[in-house]
């Protein structure tokens, strides 16, 4: 399972979000709060920034290595000031089946659209799955398919919903894609009798507008077999948490959303980046989640997802 | 305060009306005196939960931190009654920050001394747990009002009556699989399979209503594979307040404190479910032998978290709408508000 995070809001510095506060995104490689298990599969982040030049187009950056040694992202994270980011750290199970490559590292983002998509969560017996979903995506988006995860899939499936992928998206449109590839989804796991919990906590994002799934399929079914869970799993809900406000600060040695009267900061992640969660609160299952960013003015709506 | 004192304290408090002298005498024990001047913390929110406080005189707010440094009041506390009492059930840490409105003195019952009473089977520490039982019902009892209220003073929504399903055993495969479930984390393997015999296993198709709010509960139900959401609704709302999943149990606050069960239960998804019927549930809170213990025992861990997740939901529900409050057929948002 990933660790992941959105921002969108005032201007931050990436560091303060990446590496600041005490249970910070680059800290849960090995020390997340609410999953046991090392992320070492690799990091991605895709920022906006009103400097930025070409300012649809995010800056993306993915590597394969660890954050937590990458000089180089410290040092970026330390200069770049951004409106919007996503940022992902991926996990992956501790075997030789798995592919590390840059190709496999979230956030995804083709060429030619600003819109991106992380993904937190597995889909069960993809490899069954996978090309049933060609006929709802797009040829000229299949092609450009690199990797060998479900998430970029997922990704095609996506954007593949879009009447226009290249152009901008209102937050109804990204919605809507989203609710659509998540029932697409649930038809090809019927059609292949796939009926095993599968977590698919999504976060589409393209500079303007968030949005965070908390989902998933068959929750609480886990494979007959499979001890993992029960030894070391807590049954709980793959989490999604929030905190909003003015600004992302450091108030005396906290990390706080400051309250400015009115909403203009978001952060959605997988888990609170403070060990203190008390300023956070958790998105509730099945639910999707829109923080869309429109005259310094933060909006945020949730509904109950069913596909 | 001397060990007498904090006797008669403890003897005055309503939680422990009722016990006999060597159960209080137990207690009076390991309780030590604490006193807070106006405007002083008790204990604060994310701190360890060291201990249960009784207190004696003054009062104390208990508040609970939402983004953009805003505050939920939760509770006014005041002589004879206890906070904190989830320290002593469960541990873990403190859900809620509790501050001296005016100058406040009692007893603090720490933690470990009581673990320590506990553990030596003192019947005072029994006796205790049964009533900590009882305060975290009223508890969960009083936030789901708190819940409820919220969405509004509305009649509830009319629903069909609960599915009743044909009852059969559980499979040999099902055991197996129970036998790692949370709920039975403590339970030695011949207690496990001796419940696990008992227990009567029924299936749900998503959707199908198990419990409703109002009536009263026949069952404890224990999830075995899928998830039952519990819920609060409204004519227009409704409110999950939380998804068992395995291991997780549910429709049982009224067969312990014989209310009408507080909300809806329902598959979310197809559910497998473990039914263990009223007669023998009340019969296993109240024995006194070592299954009748940890059967207690799991029951209040699972109290516990659902006060915990009763807790949380509220703070999203305060923080609409990502409470998700709205049913999902209506697909009516509003402004998140700072």
Redesign the interface.
Known sequence: MCRVLAYLGRPVLIDDLLYGPDSSLVSQVYDAELYAYLNLGGFGLAAWGAGFAGPDAPLHYRTPSLPTFDRNLRSLSRKLTVSAVVAHIRGVPYDESQTLSVHNVHPFRFEGTSVVLAMNGTLSRFGEMRYDLLGHIRPDIARRIEGTTDSEWVYALLLSQLSDPAAPSTPEQLERATETALRILREVRGRHGVNTESDVNLVVADGRTIIATRFAYDYGWYPEEETYYSKRRRYDFTSLWCTAGRDYVCREGEWVMRNGGRLESVIVASEPITKDSSTWVEVPEYAMMTASLGDGIVRITARELVV | MSAASADELLATAPLFAGLGSEELADLARVAQPFRRLAGELLFQ??EPADGLYVVESGRLESV???????ELSLAAIGPGEVIGELALLSGGTRTATVRALEATAGVVIERRAFDSLRASLRPGARAMMRRLCGVVCDRLRRRYATIGRRLGEDEERARPPPVRPEMDAVTE?ERR?AS???FFSRFPAGDVERLLTELGRLELARGDLLVRAGDRPDALYL?L???VEATIERRDRKQ?VR?A????ACAYLGLIDEGPGPVDCRA????VLLASPRARVRELLVANDPLAHRFLDAVQQDLVQALRDAE??Q??LI?A????S???AD????????
């Open positions: 929110q994310g609970a931190r939402l983004p953009a440094e805003r495969t699989y790692r479930l949370p999830t594979r899928g998830g999950r998804l999943g395995p291991g997780t979310r998804e197809r559910a949380r939901r703070a999203t923080s709408p990502l409470s998700c709205v049913a999902a697909a009516q948002r509003k402004a998140f508000a700072p």
